[in-house]
């Protein structure tokens, strides 16, 4: 859509104002780290995160364990509502390459009606890498360390302030809300822009070479084709089955749906994971993933298989959460170059 | 909000024993529930959880559902333990249905296996409900024991009305049993359906239905004339939990019942 310009100081006070209107999350700095939290209008200015937070927008938009309501006199609303008009700074390319995955496979067809309303009232705030950790290679699965489309706003560090891009009617609209603070965004800031882009991209992809992660643009034929090879049971050795690769990931998007109560009966959505033994199986006790190979294997196969085939897009980001989040140290990276050496 | 992860009520009118481990509830839903033939439903025990059912009545009776289930886990357990009164929740319907319009003109063979009955009689009755739309229908049913055939008296009314062509094998006979021995696999040939211009309806255990989709391909009924009632584990029921998840398909939505040609290539398909 169309760029602008705002400076450092006009964007802080704009951040100031939007925490007092509207429920905010922004990047807090640990160590190393940026955790993604709500911010309290009393809090210092958010820092521009160099790169992606620990916490996917997933847990805002679609929570771990929600109430979707009650039944047979269990009261019927669903709660808590946890309402309002909600901004999240500092979503990453990768984060948001995750919400395409996230919005078909929760807003397709008949929509998950708590998953619309979120994604109804919170505005994207994304913003460019200015660096990457260890673990990222969003690269290699056609992504870029700064995002495309798909975020309502998008800020670009430049000198004295940031290229705003809007991406959607409501990026738009809040342009236009708070016009006088921002400029056009002039020629020279945005060939600054690009030129930062691609020195990133450069630096990304040559720790990628140097790891020897080459698997990228191959990744689909990749698992389809070494179903049978002996690395998925290899690499599932070092598996607890915790389900931590899906928690953390940020288009994991698979539920189930618990019933509670004795007389008030109440239903919650629970984040579920496809590494669990029961995951698969069926009233009769017969499971088409008995074994924990297997169903490692079935993350990968949703992932590159699945997602590219039905959404349209790379079911992986790269956002390298599960390679962190492993206490097994299956490192998918590593999984893909060993695939990738068996033919 | 219309939600779609909530049931509407349903009171327990009847419960009928069809064989020891299996039991038809008829359930009066405080609000109608129409649905397509082969649509499914998400049958809620309060408080226990929910389960997938296909319905075995009929498409064309709207103020009562029925349900036969087999007592295999927790959910259908506790359903088991319910008697006429009970209050249950029925959420749905989820999938497609069978594609009756492409059944039309043409020959209908129904290959049913154990409880695997349970909806192809929501489709027999369909079907006799304008049978004169269908070239010639015929029911081919196996069953474990003459024990294990559920609604038996039912399946001899149709033979004896002649409607539906109808036989029955078991895998083992018992003292009484003057009928066929043998698996459902042996009697699909000679039906007298041209398999060439004629569709398959499968339902029952998955090595039955595997079985009986070989000896339909052998007997010449094209992979996308045969239509298999998938089973896969299933939470939310309309595409979003990715519990029933089968190769680029959601069993839910695009089925429950697929052709062989839509799934011939996926892995996983028989378990
Ligand atoms: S994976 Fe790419 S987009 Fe995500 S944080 Fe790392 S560099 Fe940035
Ligand atoms: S049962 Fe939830 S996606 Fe099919």
Redesign the pocket.
């Known amino acids: 859509m169309a760029t602008y310009f705002i400076p450092t100081e006009e964007w802080e006070a704009l951040v100031r104002a939007l925490s007092r209107s509207a429920r905010l999350y922004a990047p807090r700095a640990e160590g190393e780290d940026y955790r993604l939290e709500p911010a309290g209008d009393d809090s210092p200015p958010p820092p521009f995160s160099r790169y992606r937070a620990v916490q996917s927008l997933k847990a805002i938009l679609f929570e771990p364990r929600f109430d979707v309501g009650g039944y047979l006199g269990g009261g019927d609303a669903a709660g808590p509502a946890g309402g309002g008009e909600a901004v999240v700074l500092g979503a990453k390319g990768c984060n948001i390459a995750a919400l395409a995955v996230l919005d078909f496979a929760l807003g397709a067809d008949v929509p998950d009606p708590f998953y619309a309303r979120n994604r109804e009232r919170t505005l994207i705030v994304s913003s460019d890498c200015l660096d990457f950790k260890e673990v990222c290679f969003c690269t290699l699965v056609g992504g870029r360390p700064y995002p495309e489309r798909g975020f309502d706003l998008n800020l670009s560090p430049v000198e004295g302030g940031f290229v705003v891009e809007t991406g959607s009617p409501n990026g738009e609209a809040f342009v236009a809300r708070f016009k006088d603070r921002f400029a056009p965004a002039s020629p020279a800031r945005l060939a600054a822009r690009d030129a930062a882009r691609a020195e990133l991209t450069a630096r990304l992809r040559e720790h990628q070479r140097r790891l020897g992660y080459l698997w990228g643009a191959v990744s689909r034929e990749l698992v389809e084709r070494v179903f049978e090879s002996p690395v998925w049971a290899e690499e599932a050795e070092r598996c607890v089955e915790c389900g931590a690769c899906n928690f953390v990931c940020p288009t994991c998007h ?2 189930l749906l618990s019933d509670h109560g004795r007389e008030r009966f109440r239903r919650l959505r629970n984040w579920d994971s496809c590494q669990y033994k029961g995951f698969a199986r069926v009233g009769g006790g017969g499971s088409p993933r008995p074994a924990l190979f297997e169903r490692l294997r079935n993350r990968y196969d949703k992932k590159f298989v699945f997602c590219p085939a039905v959404i349209g897009v790379s079911g992986c980001t790269g956002c390298g959460r599960c390679v962190e989040a492993c206490i097994g140290r299956i490192d998918m990276r590593e999984v893909m170059k060993r695939l990738s050496g068996c033919k | 909000m219309n939600n779609p992860y909530l049931p509407v009520g349903a009171t327990i009118r009847e419960v009928v024993e069809e064989s020891p481990t299996i039991r038809s509830f008829v359930l009066l839903p405080d609000e109608p529930v129409p649905f397509l033939t082969g649509q499914f439903l998400a049958l809620t025990v309060p408080g226990v959880g929910e389960a ?1 059912f296909t319905p075995s009545s009929s498409q064309y009776v709207t103020d009562r559902l029925e349900l036969t289930v087999m007592r295999v886990g927790t959910v259908t357990e506790a359903l088991h333990a319910m008697r006429p009164g009970d209050r249950v929740g029925v959420r749905g319907p ?1 999938g497609t249905g069978y594609p009756l319009d492409a059944f039309r003109g043409r020959g209908v063979l129904v290959v049913g296996g154990g409880v695997g009955l349970a909806p192809l009689r929501s489709l027999l009755l369909t079907l006799r409900h304008d049978i004169e739309r269908y070239r010639k229908v015929a029911l081919r049913y196996g069953a474990r024991t003459p024990a294990d055939i559920i609604y038996r008296r039912e399946v001899e009314e149709w033979r004896r009305d002649g409607r539906i062509d109808v036989a029955i094998t078991v895998d083992r006979g018992d003292g009484e049993w003057t009928g066929r021995v043998g698996l459902v696999t042996t009697i699909l040939q000679d039906t007298g359906i041209d398999p060439r211009d004629s569709v398959a309806v499968v339902c029952g255990p998955p090595v039955m239905m595997k079985f009986a989709t070989f000896k339909l391909l052998d007997i010449g009924f094209p992979p996308a004339a045969i239509h298999l009632s998938m089973e ?14 089968l190769g680029t398909v ?4 695009d089925g429950p019942v697929l052709t062989y040609e839509r799934v011939k290539d996926f892995r996983e398909i028989w378990e």
């Open positions: 698979c539920f | 997938p989820f896969k584990n299933m939470s939310c029921g309309f595409g979003k939990c990715g519990h029933c998840r959601y069993v839910c939505r």
